[in-house]
């Protein structure tokens, strides 16, 4: 992934953002010999993943969650594993699997993840509800937040 990344972008810098767990130490990873250099810049620290997708032009991951966001950005995201999101055309893949043969846009595969495949319970209610119920008690925390703020 890393050698596609510099061949494929051969006059950019190239961002390295380790995982969380491997940072942590909990978890090997695949990318902690990389290094800093003068095209490589490696992030071991936490980072908000929407703050740097937006700073990347392309995003490439291996099964990372991350390429999922990305893609919801609106970025091109090369895949070398096989995420649950990869494989439906709408990322570039770079294995392929057989039993994927439907073309998905980014749209089905927000819906699938979000509304098909999780399960919601209200956080005042703790019954079951929805995406829509989740947003709508995030929208009051923070409007909450803004009135208390400093108190």
């Known amino acids: 992934m890393l050698t596609a990344a510099y061949a494929e972008n051969p006059h ?19 990318l902690t ?6 095209r490589t810049v490696v992030l071991r ?14 995003v490439y991951v291996v099964t990372s969650t991350m390429g999922f966001e990305a893609l919801l950005a609106g970025k091109p995201v090369s895949v070398f594993g096989m995420p649950w999101y990869a494989g439906w055309w709408a990322t570039d893949d770079r294995q392929v699997c057989a039993r994927r043969t439907r073309q998905r ?13 999780t399960r919601y319970l209200d956080p005042v209610t703790h019954q079951r509800g929805s995406i829509f119920d989740l947003i709508e008690w995030l929208v009051r925390q923070r ?4 009135r208390f703020a400093g108190e």
């Open 143 to 146: 409007e909450m937040e803004a």
């Open 105 to 117: 846009s980014v749209d089905e595969l927000f819906a699938a993840a979000y509304f098909h495949y």
């Open 12 to 30: 950019a810098t190239i961002y390295v953002k380790t995982h969380p767990e491997v940072t942590s130490g909990r978890k090997g990873g695949y």
């Open 33 to 38: 010999h990389v290094q800093d250099d003068e």
């Open 45 to 58: 620290q936490a980072v908000n993943p929407l703050s740097l997708i937006e700073q990347m032009d392309r």
